[in-house]
Nanobody, 119 residues
């Protein structure tokens, strides 16, 4: 059974930093791309960043480039999202997701962690 569990969210002032973690279990990590998404109530979920488990380039939404960095620890089956220079518009629920290498969509999702940035 695949399980993705996010942690590390919280309340931070504008300009501050947070590091989100995603612990993955029940999947062969080398065959998945791991993504980060976020959603604000009343809006569609939006892509934030992605990192292939087996190597390759990371991808970022234009809105977070230069501020957010995603990384992975294969030994721990974990993925991270380092968020620096946070802005109030980064406030959202952040989700971790896993996409199998031959899939056209993200197959598994975590339950999310709340990030709130105060001005």
């Amino acid at each position: 059974q695949v399980q993705l569990v996010e942690s590390g969210g919280g309340l931070v002032q504008a300009g501050g930093s947070l590091r989100l973690s995603c612990a993955a279990s029940g999947l062969m990590s080398s065959r998945y791309t791991m993504g980060w998404f976020r959603q604000v109530p009343g809006k569609e979920r939006e892509f934030v960043a992605a990192i292939p488990w087996g190597g390759g380039s990371t991808r970022y939404a234009d809105s977070v480039k230069g501020r957010f960095t995603t990384s992975r620890d294969n030994a721990k089956n974990a993925v991270y999202l380092q968020m620096n220079g946070l802005k109030p518009e980064d406030t959202a629920v952040y989700y971790c997701a896993a996409q199998y290498l031959t899939s056209s969509r993200y197959d598994y999702w975590g339950k999310g962690t709340q990030v709130t940035v105060s001005s």
